[in-house]
């Protein structure tokens, strides 16, 4: 059902039509080379507690993750988004808060607490950025952990002057980032070439973070810093990373 012109879209950026598509536009992050390490990692941090996913969206790690036993639940913006999650296999039985994942309180308390894809980025001010830190500690049981993946911004990949850096250049599929560098800013735009010869643009707004930034909301947000890797399958972050995985914990009482 679309909002009526009165009353506003409640999905956030991902409304029908995103979500429609949603898996098969992201269809590579489902591939077991990149699923099965993901949903190991987690599933080791998680141990015999809950885990809360922030920003759940159509259930790729969720599922997959309650279906190793681990009490998955959820918050998320979109309905429609959460719709598809509850329509897979699995995905019934997975509880999803709809709201703002920086904001929104669950009446539980959980030993893991991870948000992926570079969602943290979709919090488009450092407010609001800080404030998903401090809920995820609210949510995290003592010795329990704080889990992102983000990529690095790609600053060095730009030429002086330009801000926009090209990832995928394909017959029918481009990607580009456009860097607002004054703000801190970054615009992902997808255009995928339609079977009727006609181009599709969807754009998402980001607050690219770095990671002593990150480091520093944790500790704001009463976290210390645990691990940090390049990727699920642990390889060491360095100077050249393109992703970071970086783990904070609760300290125990």
Known sequence: MQDSPD???TDGY????IAARYDEKSAERFAPEILDPTVDFLANLAGNGPALEFATG????AIPLAERGVTVHGIDMSAAMTKRLHDKPGGENISVEIGDF???QINEKFTLVYLVFNTIMNLTTQD???ACFQNAAAHLQPGGHFVIEVGVPRLRDLPPGETIHVYRDEESQRDYDEYDIA???LTSHHLTLEENGEWEHWSLPFRYVWPAELDLM???SGLKPHERYSDWNQEPFTSD???LIAIWKKPDD
């Open 102 to 104: 920086a904001t929104t």
């Open 183 to 185: 703000n801190q800013g």
């Open 218 to 220: 944790a500790k704001l």
């Open 7 to 9: 009353q506003p879209n």
């Open 128 to 130: 609001a950025q800080i």
């Open 241 to 243: 990373s393109e992703n």
């Open 58 to 61: 159509t259930g790729r790690i």
């Open 14 to 17: 991902f409304p029908e039509p």
